[in-house]
């Protein structure tokens, strides 16, 4: 059996007298520590944190830690191979995975968390695709993962709605930090 993270263990013990409801479903999580790859990634139900966790002051390492333990628990790593495995070529993980982290992220912030900077954002990210200017409170009400993806892909093609979130995505240095989950 692997060993649970002894690199998340300070940031997920403040994480329960900070948020005990995020903390409960922090238990639903595998945390394990890994020498490569970026900060924090999800895969299934494991949250993999590699050395650049450390790095991160304590403050972000709770919000980081909250940020993946979001994904475990609305299933996002089941649900983008899901998606892949319906769509096939026509699905493009990496937008799906910018719709997933905008609408984490902007959730996190709206409740007082903090992540690294510069992050990518719901209310950034609508913006920047679709020129739209909403607060966080009302972007989170009307959108949901699968609905945004569909929305941002329907609007590909050369300076798309697709093309201007990637390039908000660039901007705010976001790499993929999701696996989709293929099962045991």
């Known amino acids: 059996m692997t060993r649970h993270s002894t690199r998340a263990t300070t940031a997920l013990r403040a994480l329960n007298e900070q948020d005990p409801a995020l903390a409960a479903l922090a238990l639903w999580c595998d945390h394990r520590d890994r020498d490569h790859g970026p900060a924090a990634e999800t ?19 709770i919000g980081t830690a909250a940020h993946h ?14 998606m892949q495995a319906r769509m096939g070529d026509r699905f493009d993980a990496p937008l799906w995975q910018i719709a997933a982290d905008a609408i ?3 959730t996190l912030l709206t409740a007082g968390y903090a992540l690294p900077r510069p992050a990518l ?3 950034g990210l609508l913006a920047a695709a679709f ?38 995505a660039r901007a ?13």
């Open 104 to 106: 984490v992220n902007e």
């Open 131 to 168: 020129d739209a200017k909403t607060s966080p409170q009302q972007a989170l009400s009307e959108w949901d993962v699968d609905r945004l993806y569909h929305r941002l892909r329907d609007g590909s093609g050369k300076g798309g709605a697709s093309d201007r979130a990637q390039s908000y």
């Open 172 to 184: 705010q240095n976001h790499g993929p930090d999701l696996k989709p989950d293929t099962g045991p």
């Open 121 to 123: 954002t719901l209310t």
């Open 69 to 82: 333990i979001l994904h475990v628990a609305l299933r996002h790593s089941p649900r983008l191979a899901d």
């Open 43 to 61: 895969t299934g139900q494991t949250i993999h944190y590699g050395p650049a966790f450390d790095t991160l002051p304590r403050h972000e390492q």
